[in-house]
T-cell receptor, first 115, second 114 residues
Framework: DAGVTQSPTHLIKTRGQQVTLRCSPK?????VSWYQQALGQGPQFIFQ???????QRGNFPDRFSGHQFPNYSSELNVNALLLGDSALYLC??????????????FGEGSRLTVL | GQQVMQIPQYQHVQEGEDFTTYCNSS?????IQWYKQRPGGHPVFLIQ?????EVKKQKRLTFQFGEAKKNSSLHITATQTTDVGTYFC??????????????FGKGTKLSVIP
C-alpha cells in the first residue's frame, strides 16, 4: 500500500518564476492538505482540498493556488516566486470527509529553493 | 486554528534520561495531535488526545491532555538515540463552515547524547 507520494523531491527556481508541485494521497484517502515548512519551523497550513474544491485556506497570498483531480491527487502552484518561498512543501492526506481533520499522513515533501 | 506554544524549543539529554515537552494554548483546544519528525524526514502521527485529562501511553511515551484542555505534554522515559527528532503538537480546532484545521506549534527539537 503506497503512502503519500510527492514530486519532485527537490527543485531550484529563480525569483519571479512559477512552480507546480504534485501529490498523490494514500490509497483510500480523499482529502489533501498542503503545508509549508520553513527551516526550523513547524508546518504552516496552506489549504485543504476535498471533492476537487478548496475547503480551507491558511494565511497565504493568492500566489498560492491548488487543484484536486477526480482521482484525489493534487497540485500546488506558486506564482511569482519570492526568496521567502524557499521551504519544504508537505502534502498530507486524510480520510476526513473533507471536514474533520483526523490523523494526517505526510509525504516526504518537495524541497523548493528560490534563488 | 489557534496558536499553540511549545516549550522548550531545544532539549539535549543524555541517553537514558527522561524528556518532556509542553504545549500550551490561551484558548480551549478541541483536541490535540502529536507528531514526530526525524531529521530530514516528514512528520509522522503519534497520537490524538480528545478528552479533558486524558492520558495515553505508547511504550516509553506518555501523552497528557490538561483538565482545562489548554495544555498538553509528551513525556519520554529513558530516552534512546532513536528518539532523536522534533516533536510537534498540533491544534485540531473547528474553524467554521463545518471544517477543522490543524495548526502546528514550532516544535521541540530533541537531541540524545549517547
Amino acid at each position: 500500500d503506497a503512502g503519500v507520494t510527492q514530486s519532485p523531491t527537490h527543485l531550484i527556481k529563480t525569483r519571479g518564476q512559477q512552480v507546480t508541485l504534485r501529490c498523490s494521497p494514500k490509497s483510500g484517502h480523499d482529502t489533501v492538505s498542503w503545508y509549508q515548512q520553513a527551516l526550523g519551523q513547524g508546518p504552516q497550513f496552506i489549504f485543504q482540498y476535498y471533492e476537487e474544491e478548496e475547503r480551507q485556506r491558511g494565511n497565504f497570498p493568492d500566489r498560492f493556488s491548488g487543484h484536486q483531480f477526480p482521482n484525489y491527487s493534487s497540485e500546488l502552484n506558486v506564482n511569482a516566486l519570492l526568496l521567502g518561498d524557499s521551504a519544504l512543501y508537505l502534502c498530507a492526506s486524510s480520510q476526513g470527509r473533507g471536514y474533520y481533520t483526523g490523523e494526517l499522513f505526510f509525504g516526504e515533501g518537495s524541497r523548493l529553493t528560490v534563488l | 486554528g489557534q496558536q499553540v506554544m511549545q516549550i522548550p524549543q531545544y532539549q539535549h539529554v543524555q541517553e537514558g534520561e527522561d524528556f518532556t515537552t509542553y504545549c500550551n494554548s490561551s484558548t480551549t483546544l478541541s483536541n490535540i495531535q502529536w507528531y514526530k519528525q526525524r531529521p530530514g524526514g516528514h512528520p509522522v502521527f503519534l497520537i490524538q488526545l480528545v478528552k479533558s485529562g486524558e492520558v495515553k501511553k505508547q511504550k516509553r511515551l506518555t501523552f497528557q491532555f490538561g483538565e482545562a484542555k489548554k495544555n498538553s505534554s509528551l513525556h519520554i522515559t529513558a530516552t534512546q538515540t532513536t528518539d532523536v527528532g522534533t516533536y510537534f503538537c498540533a491544534d485540531n480546532t473547528y474553524s467554521g463552515a463545518g471544517s477543522y484545521q490543524l495548526t502546528f506549534g514550532k516544535g521541540t527539537k530533541l537531541s540524545v547524547i549517547p
